[in-house]
């Protein structure tokens, strides 16, 4: 009949009742409102930080402020990526700081990678002197703190290299000695581009481009470090990679070569790069050591200008932006490299 239920058929459940989307039983509401207040709770403590490092400071008469980095630096640097005076600016000796903090990174990182996968691969070389050298090499260099292996490096290169007068040197362009590494760099000139070759003239070598032995130092032991570690992130990521994939490719009459480069290689590197993100990384923060060398980095500028404007926080807020802004570029990087070599799943 119509209009009523049959008796042995139950009847249909009512459908649920929406929830409201701004309703406190709504889950997205609670979670909103709890972020909200965590963003608000920590204004407050950066608001709180300030306001009572500020009273503090006036307190004891210490100035504060921005205006000292158009005021005029007054020292020299040593080494300079761009061309810098005793008369410019403290901003712009903050920006020499900075691009020599990047050229002796970005150096160290290109050196580091190169001979990390070498020493890698020979970790699984069947050769058994080259395996045991590069597994000597991986246990010293990690296990030796980068500090002493700085101070060593910087020593030797100071105290047991020739006198530039009496400097190694291959050829007639390339020099060494304790006045650093001396190699032809090019330049523009009236009439185009031509070699500068590095000469020697008295008592000195000029012409050139000629490499500090602080700027040495620093990328000799960042990059021997660093590439211990890089050497065992290459042979775990290979290892990890299933033996069945290379004794398939062996028996199809590929060399091993081939195989590490056609199989073995393009499997490895998914799971070689996030580890080695963070070598990257460390390298760069590791860096901030060249005080202990001499070599004028940006930590080493921030000293200087601290010591002669009293700007403590200031100072340290820019060796802290600097880092974290070299630190978020290079994990951007990585991460482009990281989804270009991930396994596209169709």
């Known amino acids: 009949m119509r209009g009523r239920e049959h008796p042995l058929i139950a009847p249909r459940p009512a459908p649920p009742r ?4 701004w309703s406190w039983h709504h889950p997205g509401t609670r979670a909103l409102v709890w972020q909200l207040l965590a963003l608000l709770a920590v204004v407050l403590g950066l608001g709180w930080l300030v306001h009572n490092t500020q009273a503090n400071m006036a307190a004891r008469g210490i100035q504060s402020g921005w205006d000292f980095l158009s005021q005029t630096a007054g020292f020299d640097i040593g080494e300079q990526a761009i061309a810098f005076a005793s008369t410019d600016s403290y901003a712009r000796a903050f920006a020499v ?4 903090t990047l050229r002796v990174s970005v150096a160290a990182i290109v050196l580091c990678t190169l001979l990390g996968m070498l020493v890698g691969i020979g970790r699984l070389s069947r050769n058994l002197p080259v395996r045991m050298l590069c597994r000597g090499y991986v246990e010293l260099f990690r296990n030796v703190p980068l500090l002493v292996q700085l101070l060593l490096w910087y020593l030797l290169l100071v105290e047991y290299l020739p006198d530039p007068t009496e400097a190694w040197h291959w050829g007639d362009f390339v020099f060494w000695s304790k006045a650093g590494l001396s190699l ?7 009439q185009g581009w031509h070699w500068s070759l590095p000469t020697l003239q008295g008592f000195a070598i000029e012409g ?3 490499l500090s032995p602080e700027f040495l130092a620093l990328l000799l032991g960042l ?3 660093t590439a211990a570690f890089v050497a065992e992130v290459v042979r775990a990521g290979i290892t990890a990679v299933p033996r069945g994939q290379i004794e398939a490719a062996l028996s199809i009459g590929l060399g091993r070569g081939q195989t590490l480069r056609h199989v073995t290689g393009p499997q490895a590197l998914r799971i070689i790069v996030p580890p080695l993100t963070n070598q990257y990384l460390n390298l760069t923060k590791n860096s901030s050591l060249a005080v202990a060398v001499g070599y004028p ?3 080493s ?3 200087t200008s601290l010591n ?3 700007r403590a926080l200031e100072c340290i807020a820019v060796i802290m932006v600097v880092y974290l802004g070299l630190s978020l570029s290079t994990a951007l990087v990585m991460g482009h490299i990281n989804r270009r070599a991930a396994l596209q799943e169709r």
Request: glycine share 14%; aromatic share 6%.
């Open 18 to 21: 929406a929830r409201r989307r």
């Open 97 to 100: 700081g900075v691009l020599n």
């Open 308 to 310: 002669q404007t009293g």
């Open 301 to 303: 500028i921030a000293n």
């Open 208 to 210: 050139g481009a000629a």
């Open 223 to 225: 990059t021997l470090y």
């Open 184 to 190: 032809p760099f090019p330049v523009q000139g009236p």
């Open 297 to 299: 980095d940006v930590v």
